[in-house]
Structures are given as C-alpha cells and as structure tokens.
T-cell receptor, first 112, second 110 residues
Framework: DSGVTQTPKHLITATGQRVTLRCSPRSGDLSVYWYQQSLDQGLQFLIQYYNGEERAKGNILERFSAQQFPDLHSELNLSSLELGDSALYFC???????????FGDGTRLSIL | DQQVKQNSPSLSVQEGRISILNCDYTNSMFDYFLWYKKYPAEGPTFLISISSIKDKNEDGRFTVFLNKSAKHLSLHIVPSQPGDSAVYFCAASEYGDMRFGAGTRLTVKP
C-alpha cells in the first residue's frame, strides 16, 4: 500500500463530457503529480503541484486542468472528452523534489 | 519528446540468472534517476534510485548503474526470481520534473 488513494478506480463516460479524478497523497507529502498512461505507452507527466501551487507542467492539454486544495488532496479535471483520452491516470506524491514518488493504483477512464 | 528511452519492450530470463534492463536519456540536466516496478492493475512501485553524483547504487538483489558520459542507466537483478516478473520503468528527474521510459516487460521463467 503506497498510501496514495485515487478515486474512482474506473470511470466510463461519453465523448464531450467532463470528469473529475481525485487523489489523496501520502500523509505528509506536499507534492502531487499527475500522469497519463495510454495503451502500451509509458507514463506521460501532466502536471505537478507543491503545497497548493502549480510547480511544473508537462504534456497537459488545455482541456485538462488540476488543482491542489489546502488539505493537499488534488483533483484532475478533464473536459470535452475525446476517445483518445481513454487511458489510465495515475497520481503520485512525494515529500520533496528529487525524492521517489509514490503512486496510487490509478483511475481507468474509458470514453465511449 | 522522448527524453528517456527503454529500447527493449520485453526481456525473458531464466530463474537464478542475471536480468539487465537498460535505459538511455538525452537531457544532460537530469540529476536523479529511478527505477519503478509495475504489476498489472497496480500503480508503479519505487524500486531503487541514484543521484547523478554517483555511478552505482545497490540494494539487495538490485543494483543501478549510471554512466553519465553515455547518458545510460541500467538495472541489474541478481539472482532473478519469478516474482520479479513485471514491467520496469526507468525515470529521470530534473528538479521534480520526472520523465519516464515506455517500460520493459521482464519475464523470469522458473
């Protein structure tokens, strides 16, 4: 158990819809990271938050946004969903940069 | 933008032998390197790391080697066990901006 909790585990929705993925980091971790893993591909870094503030941005689409709340949990919002957004979305947390990140078990998003 | 590459999608090894997983990177600013293991239906699990000031780090059966001049990272597992069968991701970080390779599926045969 990594201590990182992601909900929901599975999400099925239709094109054009909007969804919110939730992540609770490990106790004490201030950094939260979001990754996307499409079929047979590696982990694509989307965005990082540190103590409520955006710290780094990767290959995140403009239709996607995220935030980290005062209690340090984070949400990833995906809007105007397209078939290609179907993927596993992982959240990870760490207590500081250049430390191992601890991953949740992911949310599997399926767009029909 | 593939700054971290794992050129072998799969590797099969006999139980008890050495498994060597390789990783190449292009960004010379990376200063922290990690290996993660991933089982199906689970998130990646941290295995071992190395900072750019070292060239070797060992933890039990796992050793990571870093060759900065060649921008090459490798993970050695000795001896390999069937429970090591998983997908292994290498990752490289520059101040927390972490990039992952596409993964190598290791199969250890009994």
């Amino acid at each position: 158990d990594s201590g990182v909790t992601q909900t929901p585990k599975h999400l099925i929705t239709a094109t054009g819809q909007r969804v919110t993925l939730r992540c609770s980091p490990r106790s004490g971790d201030l950094s939260v990271y979001w990754y996307q893993q499409s079929l047979d591909q590696g982990l694509q870094f989307l965005i990082q938050y540190y103590n409520g503030e955006e710290r780094a941005k990767g290959n995140i689409l403009e239709r996607f946004s995220a935030q980290q709340f005062p209690d340090l949990h984070s949400e990833l919002n995906l809007s105007s969903l397209e078939l290609g957004d179907s993927a596993l979305y992982f959240c990870a947390s760490s207590d500081s940069e250049n430390q191992p990140q601890h991953f949740g078990d992911g949310t599997r998003l399926s767009i029909l | 933008d593939q700054q971290v590459k794992q050129n072998s999608p799969s590797l099969s090894v006999q139980e008890g032998r050495i498994s060597i997983l390789n990783c190449d990177y292009t960004n010379s600013m990376f200063d922290y390197f990690l290996w993660y293991k991933k089982y199906p239906a689970e998130g990646p699990t941290f295995l071992i790391s190395i900072s750019s000031i070292k060239d070797k780090n060992e933890d039990g059966r796992f050793t990571v080697f870093l060759n900065k001049s060649a921008k090459h990272l490798s993970l050695h597992i000795v001896p390999s066990q069937p429970g090591d069968s998983a997908v292994y991701f290498c990752a490289a970080s520059e101040y927390g901006d972490m990039r992952f390779g596409a993964g190598t599926r290791l199969t250890v045969k009994p």
